[in-house]
């Protein structure tokens, strides 16, 4: 007992950091995925390593072949690689908070609520938390003049993990540890050694554990970030503009802050030794805003906040041990207040239930769960859901190869399905006109899956057929329609939902089944140019087109100079169009601004299973017939609008 004594005595502080360093722990060790949009992407990801596909050549995302520490899918995967991210995530953080300048009782108590506001949310964003401490020990092997190794070797592993995870991470780790090796070999050649060879051992050792292509994953990477505040955000609802508000309010106390360290430094002639930090902190607050407000999943913001606050009034505190008190508890209360807020009918609830706290309440304080889901070996849940494919279907296609669009991956694993998927997996991911070639040459290759599972939908009310244009061409050449179906529950496999080839009974089928052509052939969609017109935004032009033939339309529309500022550092302005009918009617779709260069079908529309399977079966006359477009007026984009007009030979 007295050597425990003794021992706690000499390593309190430490215990007690390693302690605060677990709170960064996932809520549970791995989940079950459901079956819906996000879950599909998620189970995706593990089937392409189960799998063995190339991460940037043959399976295309915003995450990487580590994305699956984000979304904790323990599928194919073993338990001992979360162990050990887990394990180098709390090192990490012990790392950097071993750096606090004190640690009093009332820094310790700051230092847990800081972590706790982390679990708010319970998605819990490792690469986030990784990104955090990749930052501050930047910073910290700044601060030591690259003397301590320890440092230079975490970092130079952090960097190859953040690629791996998520390509907006990575591409920022790259560039700032590219930077650090610049720095090294002018002032300490060995340090960079170790960087770089830190750097390269991981790099080499998880290509040698997943199959990657870095110049790929680097190339069609760019072009998801670059594309994906114009596809994916979501406009913010009125109600909630009050959460913008706080969170300006917090850039706005980080700009406070910073602002006084600048005029104290400038005062004492050590600035040039804090611009670096200051880079960094607007870099973090940048990527951490648009993360949070892209798609309105603004909570991410405000978890990891508190935080990055304490840390960087602990960096720039200039020996006053106690100025990050008030800047600190006022983002907590911020964010309490937030959590209150988008929380407060859950709270209310739990309030008047006299109850005990439940597992989910209980989690959002503490990782308390981490340690006995480990051992849990539960069945899948979702094997409950209604996501069974048809017997007849499955007697079909289990020894073949298959794919599923636009997104419901689910249906390949939980049927066990041969799943062979196109590059780029789900339709609405497909965000520029190059990852939609890519995906129609897939489709038009002698690799080629041998069955489709089809239908029609997409996100945030767009244009579902505008979702892999390109592609649905190739599918039309080099597919054929076999027949619809509905999916069934695990009672019911036995049902048969078949609806056959009749396209007029296609729409009652919740899915298409199409089979591939001669693979000894590959057609890739020809089009030809048949003319061009301008029109203005808000300016409604009738079609004066060919009805007997499928015509094609590239849109050339560019944002204002305003929106081109403004969509950097939040969200870009709304592109809708207005379709009008023969009978007076309209419709109005959400347009995805880097898709508009592809080639769209714009004389018949196809808005649900049946006109789908019209095009697949070259009967697209049979759809109803766009007469007039127009892109109603919004702010942000310049007032000329260039349409060029092409057929498709080969339909």
């Not at 990784?130 to 190794?149: A, G, M, S």
């Not at 597992?359 to 340690?371: D, E, G, I, M």
């Not at 480990?374 to 298959?402: A, F, M």
């Not at 508009?596 to 017939?625: C, T, W, Y």
Request: aromatic fraction near 16%; charged fraction near 20%; proline fraction near 4%.
């Amino acid at each position: 007992m007295g050597q425990l004594l003794n021992f706690w005595a000499k390593h309190k502080a430490s215990i007690v950091l390693v302690l605060i360093a677990c709170i960064s722990l996932p809520n549970s060790f791995t989940i079950y995925p459901g079956v819906q949009l996000d879950s599909s992407w998620e189970r995706a990801i593990n089937m392409a390593i189960h799998n063995k596909l190339v991460f940037g050549r043959e399976f295309v995302f915003t995450y990487g072949p580590l994305g699956f520490l984000e979304t904790r899918n323990g599928a194919f995967i073993s338990k001992i690689i979360f162990l050990l991210f887990d394990f180098f995530l709390v090192y990490g953080f012990y790392r950097i908070f071993k750096t606090i300048k004190k640690t009093d009782k009332s820094t310790i108590v700051f230092l847990i609520l800081c972590m706790m506001a982390l679990r708010f949310d319970e998605m819990n964003y490792p690469s986030t938390k990784l990104f955090i401490v990749y930052l501050f020990l930047l910073i910290k092997i700044y601060n030591d003049d690259l003397k301590d190794r320890t440092d230079l070797v975490y970092c130079g592993i952090t960097a190859v993990i953040l690629l791996f995870i998520k390509i907006n991470y990575g591409f920022v780790a790259l560039f700032l540890l590219s930077a650090l090796v610049i720095i090294s070999l002018f002032r300490d050649r060995v340090a960079a050694s170790i960087v770089l060879a830190s750097f390269f051992v991981s790099y080499f050792l998880l290509t040698w554990t997943f199959n990657f292509d870095l110049v790929n994953y680097l190339r069609y990477g760019a072009q998801l970030i670059s594309g994906y505040n114009d596809a994916m955000f979501l406009p913010i609802e009125n109600k909630r503009y009050i959460f913008l508000l706080f969170a300006i309010s917090d850039l706005l106390l980080l700009f406070i802050i910073v602002l006084r360290s600048f005029a104290g430094n400038w005062k004492n002639g050590k600035l040039p030794g804090y611009f670096l930090k200051y880079a960094l902190f607007a870099l973090f607050a940048f990527l951490c805003f648009k993360n949070g407000f892209v798609r309105s999943h603004f909570l991410s913001f405000f978890t990891v906040f508190p935080l990055f606050i304490f840390l960087v009034c602990h960096e720039l505190d200039a020996g006053d041990t106690g100025i990050y008190k008030k800047e600190t508890l006022a983002i907590l209360l911020v964010t309490f207040l937030v959590f209150g807020v988008y929380y407060k009918a859950d709270i209310i609830i739990w309030a008047k239930s006299k109850q005990a706290p439940s597992r989910t309440f209980v989690k959002a304080c503490l990782p308390v769960f981490y340690f006995t889901d480990i051992l849990n070996t539960e069945p899948d849940p979702s094997k409950n859901e209604r996501i069974y494919l048809p017997t007849s279907i499955i007697d079909e296609v289990k020894n073949n190869s298959i794919d599923i669009i636009p997104k419901d991956i689910s249906i390949a694993q939980l049927n066990d399905l041969n799943y062979k998927p196109r590059p780029v997996p789900q339709s609405y991911a497909v965000i520029s006109k190059d990852l939609d070639s890519l995906n129609a040459a897939f489709l038009s290759s002698f690799s080629r899956p041998d069955y489709l599972i089809v239908s029609l939908g997409s996100i945030d009310n767009r244009y579902a057929f505008w979702d892999e244009a390109l592609t649905k061409c190739a599918v039309y050449l080099n597919y054929h329609y076999e027949r619809s179906f509905d999916l069934c529950d695990k009672d019911t496999t036995n049902k048969e939902s078949n609806y056959g080839q009749d396209a007029s009974k296609a729409a009652e089928g919740e899915l298409l089944l199409l089979r591939s052509n001669d693979k000894s052939t590959q057609k890739k969609p020809v089009f030809e140019k048949l003319g061009e017109f301008d029109m203005g935004v808000g300016e409604t032009k009738q079609l004066d087109i060919p009805d007997t033939i499928p015509v094609f339309m590239e849109v050339s529309i560019h944002y204002s100079l305003a929106a081109q500022i403004i969509k950097t550092f939040f969200q870009p302005p709304l592109l809708n169009i207005r379709f009008g009918f023969e009978d007076g009617s309209t419709v109005v779709y959400r347009c995805v601004h880097p898709l508009m260069a592809s080639p769209l079908l714009i004389n018949r529309s196809v808005r649900d299973n049946s006109g789908l399977v019209h095009f697949f079966k070259g009967e697209l006359q049979k759809n109803k017939k766009i007469s007039s477009i127009c892109f109603p007026k919004k702010w942000g984009w310049d007032k000329g609008i260039k349409i060029t007009l092409y057929k498709m030979l080969n339909y």
